[in-house]
């Protein structure tokens, strides 16, 4: 008489269930590295929007001057991330495509997941105008010279603080260490652009 050693395998719950964690943690991962780019990207808006605000103040007193000087530097630095972002972006998913060529894979499973150039320069630019905002919010509805310089160094500490903590926390770093560095930074490049453009204006430059 035959006997039937056929067997059939079954994926045991234990497997299916340490996949599906394996799936989930990969998600998490990659919404933390975009978190993490954008926070990036909107420390780098406000402190170059900020410094270069600061910049201004230290020659002109006139609000409009200031607020214009942050506006255009919001609008040129979202265009230039965007456009940074999209020819690296572009040159990887160029790198990427290529080699799906070599591998003879080219079905749509395989082109899914391939990054975008134009969402990712979206993001970016985005990113960098939120972090721009801030300044010009600040300093956009005082008239007063001093007030408004302080307003916008409060206000650029506070989101420096702010970002610095996601970052850290994002990042799996020490928060204090982390958000620290991130707004002596700031302060730095604030102090810096201001004293110089200080200097240059006393000496007539």
């Keep these: 008489m035959a006997i039937n050693d056929t067997k059939i395998t079954i994926p045991c719950t234990e497997q299916i269930s340490q996949e599906k964690d394996l799936d989930s943690e990969s998600n998490i991962s990659q919404r933390a590295q975009w978190l993490r780019a954008a926070i990036l990207g909107s420390n780098d808006g406000l402190v170059s929007t900020s410094s270069l605000m600061m910049g201004v103040g230290a020659v002109k007193s006139d609000p409009k001057a200031m607020v214009l000087s942050g506006f255009a530097g919001l609008i040129a630095g979202a265009c230039s991330m965007a456009i940074g972002e999209f020819v690296s972006v572009s040159s990887q998913l160029d790198a990427e495509l290529a080699q799906l060529k070599r591998d003879q894979r080219t079905d749509k499973a395989d082109r899914a997941g391939l990054p975008s150039p134009i969402q990712a320069a979206m993001a970016s630019a985005l990113a960098f105008a939120m972090g721009a905002i ?4 600040a300093a956009g509805f005082i008239a007063n010279y001093k ?11 506070m989101a420096l603080l702010i970002f610095g903590c996601l970052g850290a926390v994002l990042g799996r770093a020490p928060v204090v260490r982390a958000a620290t560095r991130v707004v002596i930074g700031g302060w730095a490049a604030m102090g810096l652009t201001f004293g110089l453009m200080k200097l240059f204006g006393s000496a007539g430059l």
């Design 147 to 157: 007030i408004r310089i302080a307003a916008v160094a409060v206000a650029a500490t």
């Design 134 to 137: 801030v300044p010009l919010l």
